[in-house]
């Protein structure tokens, strides 16, 4: 089970670590998800590849949100890139260890484990029952930030800075990112994020009437729909999904822990291509968050270029010829530049 | 008939529009030939730095668009079974998701804005749902460039409406559950008369850098500009409030644009075209598109009472008094609450003399606000695109007072650009559908007015307000195009160059000047430039452009095995016509 480790807030230096913390963990569940989504075949898994893609989209969200705070606290937020195989930052009380998964149902296991609710996930029948519900009990984060939300409350306005290095919506993810002034909107984003995660307590769905994701990736697990029942509960896991195990590169786990040096030089190219679009990806959100505004769209395109050197790297074999190897989200500034 | 009768769901909220402009001047573009124009001797890195050098003029707002237009924060937020206005239906409050791509058909124009699509969907999957896939693009309609006249800044002042329909029989799911309204609609789409759902939305209150204020724009462009010099992907969406309405599509009714009963605007600053259907007890009006708001507050204009009448031939001796509305029946809450349409109870009497008689909405001192244009001819496909050498044959359906009329009907039809004026008719048929033969001889982009009535008066020009009209784009063949040796250099020069310096929102996944990843990529670049995926979302390019003969040099050179020789581009030269331009600050 996770736990993520409490400490008392007594100071807003308190409340800042564990602001920090939280961007750790929320950027650390990228690479996992987007690993998955990359490892998907195009043309197959349509419904799957959404799923993943919505949910990697709004924990990027909640980063910037969490970075918004921080600034908003008076600090630089300081994103810190994670290694894989590893454990979520902050967890104790936990031997899960975060995989770099291609889609499968690991994988899925692996993000519900992740994204498990507060209270656990509401277990819901199977209409049509197509597999056991892997029995697995997990922690949430949601206490972690009703926690943060409970301290930021008691601050008087004067500690709030406005405007300070805030990352919004003009450009991208409209709509989804605003600025934090003031405990109003570090409350809204904290509501945000929670909901988002696990819905609301009684409900799989989130405040804007999506499914949470901790069922969006149970129904990919499951290979069926959280469909609305007439049952106590009010929904059941129903119509198939449609995901195909086999629409899938057959990538390797943990790229990063891989021995690159036997495979072919266009397979270790690619690797490079990989982690210098990534660790540019890091360097210019971290510019960004910092007071560099502008550089967010530097980001957004080294995020692409990341997509176009995972899709590269996902098609070149590696020694073993039936084998492929993702993105490793390495961040090695020495490539930058150096790569093209 | 259509989205003014029940049942009906009610949206609210907004759409961003990403479109990139770099395509609307004749000195970066020719919209007949389709091809992007380079000086002389720069290429794609010159025209690319001159489009984010007029950003801080009046020429170029968004360099990097990528054309995509979504729905955020967009709710159902009300349901009409037939009883008015409800908000607890199911249905309510599920989100509504839409992403389409903005493409005007003419570049140079602001008459022709489509939005190609997947599909639509109202509520989620596994929820109360309706799923629409995509049969036709979205068109927008009924301009209004009198909304919103307190922002000045290039589409700020306009409001569109915007409307499509998904026909039954193509994949339409409606997922009730506990929705009255969806058991509803399941329940009428049992009917032979109704073909499908129609959604109708409007946009309105569109701001660019995310600035209520203009007068701010100018040092936003100049932020904006800072980070395009600075790099990465740079987009500048403006953003619209939008009120919207899902009801069913019958047989003979457009599928487009509105096919109700047209009350044309007469004040066209106070109150811009709208539409009306009277049934035997209620008379429904769709003022989506009509009330000017008075700021950016979105405070509605205080017309007062309007009363509804119906008129003799004479256009004023009143026949019939239908009701009156009050600023309460179209404030600015009651129209974000149900979409701009307003029901009010009509005398039976008085309804039935309206049905033969010219309906207007008047002030308290009789001022003619809109007057109904009893026929009305609607083309059924409203854009069109042909290449050179193809022919094809254009339906126009007849309304009468909002249904189809009878055969027999003459309708004119004219291209307002030619000298002539001269325009040619044709008869509708029982289902009061005239026929029209448009053949693409070269590149152009044309377009066509209609009459409908013995005699009728065809429009000298376009008034998107009253008129109806189709835009038709012929692409060149290009043949000598397609006779090149396909080579990198030919390839990229010929073809893809067009789109690496128009668009780069193409290349956000694909560097288009990079062979390597364009040959890697074949298979992909089939499917997404094949003819047969021109509606889809995601063919390429987006600003549908690619020739016969341009597709043709491509496909062979991806099927080919022609060596990747690097393309050497001439260095930025200053280029004296350019710096003219932005000097004169360029043109919209």
Same mark, same amino acid.
């Not at chain 1, 899960?96 to 899925?108: E, N, R």
């Given at each position: !089970? ?23 963990? #929320? ?88 994204? #498990? ?16 519900? @892997? ?56 509501? =945000? ?5 696990? =819905? +609301? ?18 129904? &990919? ?69 910092? =007071?560099? *505004? ?7 395109? @080294? ?38 | ?8 769901? %009610? ?26 124009? %380079? ?150 789409? #049992? ?11 409007? +946009? ?86 009509? &009330? /000017?708001?008075? =700021? ?16 003799? /031939? ?28 307003? +029901?009010? #109870?009509?005398?039976? *009497? ?16 009789? +001022? ?26 254009? $339906? ?51 377009? %066509? ?41 030919? &390839? ?27 040959? $890697?990529?074949?298979? !992909? ?15 390429? /390019? ?47």
């Amino acid at each position: !089970m996770i736990y993520l480790e409490f400490k008392a807030i007594e100071t807003v230096d308190d409340a800042i670590e564990l602001l920090q913390m939280a961007i750790a963990l #929320e950027f650390s569940t990228l690479p996992p998800y987007l690993y998955a989504l990359y490892s998907i075949r195009p043309g197959t898994n349509a419904e799957a590849a959404s799923r993943i893609k919505s949910v990697a989209m709004q924990e990027m969200i909640h980063m910037c949100l969490a970075c918004n705070i921080v600034n908003a606290l008076g600090t630089n937020p300081v994103l810190t890139a994670p290694t894989y195989p590893g454990p979520l930052p902050g967890g104790i009380g936990t031997d899960l260890t975060v995989h770099l998964l291609p889609l499968s149902k690991d994988a899925m296991a692996q993000a519900m484990a992740i994204e #498990e609710p507060e209270d656990g996930a509401i277990h819901f029948p199977h209409e049509e029952s197509l597999l056991a519900a @892997a029995a697995q009990e997990f922690m949430t984060i949601g206490q972690f930030y009703h926690h943060l939300d409970g301290f930021l409350a008691t601050l008087p306005a004067s500690r709030w800075s406005r405007g300070r290095n805030q990352l919004d919506d003009r450009q991208f993810l409209a709509g989804k990112v605003f600025a934090v002034n003031g405990f109003t909107d570090a409350h809204r984003a904290i509501d =945000g994020i929670v909901s988002e995660g696990e =819905g +609301t307590r009684d409900s799989p769905l989130d405040f804007g009437g999506d499914v949470a994701h901790y069922y969006r990736f149970a129904e &990919v697990f499951y290979d069926q729909v959280l469909t609305k029942a007439d049952n106590s509960k009010g929904y059941a896991w129903k119509d198939k999904l449609g995901v195909d195990w086999n629409g899938v590169y057959p990538a390797i786990a943990d790229p990063g822990s891989h021995d690159f040096s036997k495979d072919p030089p266009t397979a270790r190219a690619a690797q490079d291509r990989c982690d210098a679009a990534f660790t540019r990806l890091v360097q210019e959100l971290q510019r960004a968050v910092a =007071g560099e *505004g502008g550089r967010l769209g530097n980001a957004v395109r @080294a995020m692409f270029d990341l997509r176009m050197a995972a899709k590269q790297a996902l098609t070149v074999s590696l020694a073993v010829p039936t084998q492929v190897a993702g993105p490793s989200f390495r961040y090695r500034p020495s490539l930058v530049g150096a790569v093209q | 008939m259509s989205v003014l009768e029940t049942p009906r769901l %009610f949206f609210r909220g907004r759409i961003t529009w990403d479109p990139i402009v770099t395509n609307n001047r004749p000195q970066q573009y020719d919209e007949n030939e389709g091809k992007t124009v %380079f000086d002389s001797d720069d290429g794609v890195v010159a025209f690319r730095k001159d489009a984010i050098a007029a950003v801080t003029g009046p020429g170029n707002w968004n360099p990097h668009g990528t054309h995509r237009s979504t729905f955020y924060e967009t709710f159902t937020v009300g349901v009409d079974t037939g009883g008015g206005l409800s908000t607890s239906d199911a249905i309510v409050k599920s989100p509504v998701s839409f992403t389409g791509m903005l493409v005007d058909l003419e570049p140079y124009g602001a008459f022709s804005s489509q939005l190609f699509f997947d599909d639509m969907s109202f509520g989620i999957q596994g929820g109360c749902r309706v799923f629409a896939p995509r049969v036709t693009r979205m068109t927008g309609r009924y301009i209004n460039f009198a909304r919103n006249t307190t922002y000045k800044y290039v589409a700020g002042v306009a409001s569109v409406v915007w409307q499509t329909s998904f026909p039954k029989t193509s994949g339409l799911r409606i997922d009730p559950h506990d929705s009255s309204l969806l058991q509803k609609f399941a329940e009428q789409l #049992e009917h032979d008369d109704v073909l499908g759902l129609t959604v109708r939305w409007n +946009t309105y209150r569109t701001l660019y850098f995310d600035s209520l204020n203009p007068a701010n724009n100018t040092a936003l462009a100049q932020q904006l500009h800072d980070k395009l010099v600075g790099g990465g992907f740079q987009p500048n969406p403006a953003r619209s409030e939008l009120v919207g309405v899902l009801g069913l599509w019958r047989k003979g009714e457009p599928a487009t644009e509105p096919g109700d009963r047209a009350l044309l605007t007469r004040q066209p600053g106070h109150m811009a075209s709208a539409h009306v259907r009277v049934s035997k007890h209620q008379l429904t009006l769709d003022l989506a598109n009509s &009330v /000017p708001e008075t =700021g950016v507050d979105l405070a509605k204009l205080n017309l007062g009472d309007l009363n509804a009448v119906a008129v003799a /031939p004479d256009g004023a001796t009143v026949v019939a008094r239908l009701g009156s509305l009050k600023y309460a029946d179209y404030c600015r809450e009651k129209y974000e609450a149900s979409a701009g349409i307003v +029901t009010i #109870e009509v005398d039976w *009497g008085e309804a039935e003399k309206a049905k033969t008689a010219d309906i207007q909405i008047r002030q308290k001192d009789d +001022t003619v606000l809109l007057a109904e244009a009893a026929l009305r001819a609607v083309p059924t496909a409203p854009n069109i695109y042909l290449d050179e050498g193809e022919t094809t044959t254009l $339906s126009v359906l007849v309304l009468d007072r909002g249904k189809p009329t009878g055969s027999g009907v003459q309708v004119a039809m004219a291209n307002p650009d030619t000298s002539s004026g001269a325009s040619t008719t044709s008869l509708t048929n029982a289902e009061g559908i005239a026929t029209f033969s448009l053949s693409g001889t070269k590149g152009q982009v044309e377009s %066509f007015v209609f009459a409908a009535g013995q005699g009728a008066a065809v429009p000298q020009g376009i008034n998107p307000q009253t008129t109806t009209y189709v835009y038709v784009r012929t692409l060149p063949a290009d043949a000598d195009i397609a006779g090149l040796e396909p080579s990198w250099t030919t &390839v990229y020069g010929k073809v893809l160059r067009n789109w690496h310096a128009m668009a780069p929102c193409m290349d956000n996944w694909l560097d288009l000047g990079n062979p390597d990843q364009v040959k $890697s990529f074949a298979a !992909m670049l089939h499917e997404l430039t094949a003819k047969a995926n021109f509606e889809a979302f995601r063919f390429m /390019p987006v600003t549908r452009d690619m020739t016969t003969g341009e597709r043709a040099l491509l496909y062979a050179f991806l099927d080919g095995t022609g060596a990747l020789e690097p393309v050497v581009e001439a260095p930025p030269q200053v280029s004296l016509q350019r710096l003219s331009r932005a000097m004169r600050g360029g043109a919209r």
